[in-house]
């Protein structure tokens, strides 16, 4: 499915978060009041005919498909293929199936929707009548620890880093990619900031606790070297400077046709990488998620962001710093793509590659064919998750 973008600038900022707070209601209650009325098309649409996975059936006709970009609430904004942005509810047959299901509308979301010829301070106004299946999830766990989707449908994880201020946390990274291969995301790294000079890497405190090899000499290396070592594993690198102008072309490249999700850790220059990309976008530069009201607003919802060129950037503060509660200890070693080939090789089928007699993993860390830097990423991971229950 290819949706058009919406070149279209509008002035929407804080002003739609207070909008919808105050005005959802009221447009859930519009649609209340119509639905009762029983007469030709919306006595119709009562009767809800559903497929074989207990979807509703698709009405062509009646309805326009759709990409969810932000979801305030009940109120879902969503583009149409004319890149035109309707203000949809949810059908509540479709809600309560959704609940059922353990899940419910949410960015990324490919649907289709019923015009209800109405109108919402200027917008249209529809119903989601059907959510397509979705490729892919990024979900996130809450203090409660339930599950939530922050966005569906994504493709590609832009994990962006910066040489300096602040400095290169490579094992940052290395979460990022972890991240990413759980949710099945390619992964795309940029080094950020390039026109500055490179600050020192520090191996931080928490992995110098798992660094428990008599031999540890992991030293910090040139901020090219890590560059290279995420390259020859496989991963796109790219080497920005969002301010000289530098590899933007090459990331946009990386971008077209993708729905990429943005992450980094704050003041790396998301923001900045993004409009310069994309100008009109005006996204804020130095936004930091604050405990005021308002930051909490602002910074919390996960919003789809259309790209001329073609695609989508997802912009979620939420999922930032991803926890790994997601990845059980035996899935972990699946996503350090360098240790799959010797992990076959232990002698012990549960290896966790710590300290195990016949450790292939520990034996290719030995001859140098893994970097240490990476087994003491991957030994700090496997130790949160062991004190996690
Ligand atoms: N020198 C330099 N500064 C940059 C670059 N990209 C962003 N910045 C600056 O870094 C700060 C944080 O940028 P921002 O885009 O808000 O980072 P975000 O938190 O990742 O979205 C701002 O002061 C930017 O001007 C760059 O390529 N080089
Ligand atoms: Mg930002
Ligand atoms: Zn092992």
Partial sequence: MNFRQNRQQRGRSDDWTQRYKTDHDNLIDERRTESVRAKGDLSRKRTVIVDRDDAPVVDEKQWTRGVVTIVYGLVCRVNDEQGREWDCTVRRVLRTMLIEQRGSVTVGDRIWFSDQAKHHEGEPVGVIER???????????DRRMREHTIVANADQLLVVAS??????????IDRYLVAAAKGDLRPVICFNKCDLEPETV???AEMTEVATREDA????MAIDDYVEEFRSLGYKCIR??????????ELKRELTGHMTVLSGQSGV???????????GLDLQVNEVSGDTDKGRHTTSLARLLPLDFGGWVVDTPGIRQFDLWSVEPGELEACF????QHVQNCRFNDCHHQQEDGCAVVAAVDSGRISERRYYSYLKMLDEMSRKD
Avoid: C
Wanted: proline share 8%; charged share 20%.
């Fill in 131 to 141: 959510v397509e299946d979705r490729t892919t999830m990024l979900s996130r766990r």
């Fill in 163 to 172: 040489i300096a201020e602040p400095a290169l946390k490579p094992h940052l």
């Fill in 202 to 204: 520090l191996l931080d």
């Fill in 217 to 220: 000499a992991w030293a910090p």
């Fill in 240 to 249: 920005t400077s969002a301010t000289a102008g530098v590899g933007l072309e």
């Fill in 269 to 279: 220059g998301k923001s900045t990488l993004i409009n310069a990309l994309q100008p």
């Fill in 337 to 340: 793509t360098e240790f799959i």
